[in-house]
T-cell receptor, first 111, second 113 residues
Framework: QKEVEQNSGPLSVPEGAIASLNCTYS??????FFWYRQYSGKSPELIMFIYSNGDKEDGRFTAQLNKASQYVSLLIRDSQPSDSATYLC???????????FGPGTRLSVLP | EPEVTQTPSHQVTQMGQEVILRCVPI?????FYWYRQILGQKVEFLVS????????KSEIFDDQFSVERPDGSNFTLKIRSTKLEDSAMYFC???????????FGQGTRLTVV
């Protein structure tokens, strides 16, 4: 059974702070890792993906992957109230395989 | 910007009835997916579709479910005899290759009464 775990939150950070979201996965063969943002009642929206160990930066977002520890994280710098949402970690195995989603972490950025 | 579109946005159906949820994936995408999300729960994989056939399906995707690509643009999910527990948001997604990023449609909220 492939599992993706996330703290459900809520994670509360003040506006302008760094938000750190974490995700662990059970299947060591996982190859692709994605972060989606989901506002209440809306569909998941892709933020970032990462395939290789290390950091990947895109604007205010940085994804970090450590395959040895089976751990992937998302850092949001200069957090804004509009970043308040549920952040979903998704993991994919091989070419053409499905995504396994974590339960999501609710982030609340306080003005 | 290209997007995945789903219709209808909300469907109410009586238990035991058949429903068809429709999706138009992004035009140059080759992989198509259906996911569902029961209210307050996580997004769950149902099925993936490539080259006009199912490439993978989950335990949820039993004989009551089927998918079809009836023409070059539409991708449908059929539930033959709906149950109360089928009530959920159903998301269609598409991607260019199997393990690259998937883009989601806005979802169809299915309510079975």
């Amino acid at each position: 059974q492939k599992e993706v775990e996330q703290n459900s939150g809520p994670l509360s950070v003040p506006e302008g702070a760094i938000a750190s979201l974490n995700c662990t996965y059970s299947d060591r063969g996982s190859q692709s890792f994605f972060w989606y943002r989901q506002y209440s009642g809306k569909s998941p929206e892709l933020i970032m993906f990462i395939y290789s160990n290390g950091d990947k930066e895109d604007g205010r977002f940085t994804a970090q992957l450590n395959k040895a520890s089976q751990y992937v994280s998302l850092l949001i710098r200069d957090s804004q109230p509009s970043d308040s949402a549920t952040y979903l970690c998704a993991v994919s195995m091989d070419y053409g395989q499905n995504f396994v989603f974590g339960p999501g972490t609710r982030l609340s950025v306080l003005p | 910007e290209p997007e995945v579109t789903q219709t209808p946005s909300h469907q109410v159906t009586q238990m035991g009835q058949e429903v068809i949820l429709r999706c138009v994936p992004i035009s140059n995408h080759l992989y198509f997916y259906w996911y569902r999300q029961i209210l307050g729960q996580k997004v769950e994989f149902l099925v993936s579709f490539y080259n006009n056939e199912i490439s993978e399906k989950s335990e949820i995707f039993d004989d009551q479910f089927s998918v079809e690509r009836p023409d070059g643009s539409n991708f449908t999910l059929k539930i033959r005899s709906t149950k109360l527990e089928d009530s959920a948001m159903y998301f269609c997604a598409s991607s260019t290759e199997g393990n690259t990023e998937a883009f989601f449609g806005q979802g169809t909220r299915l309510t079975v009464v």
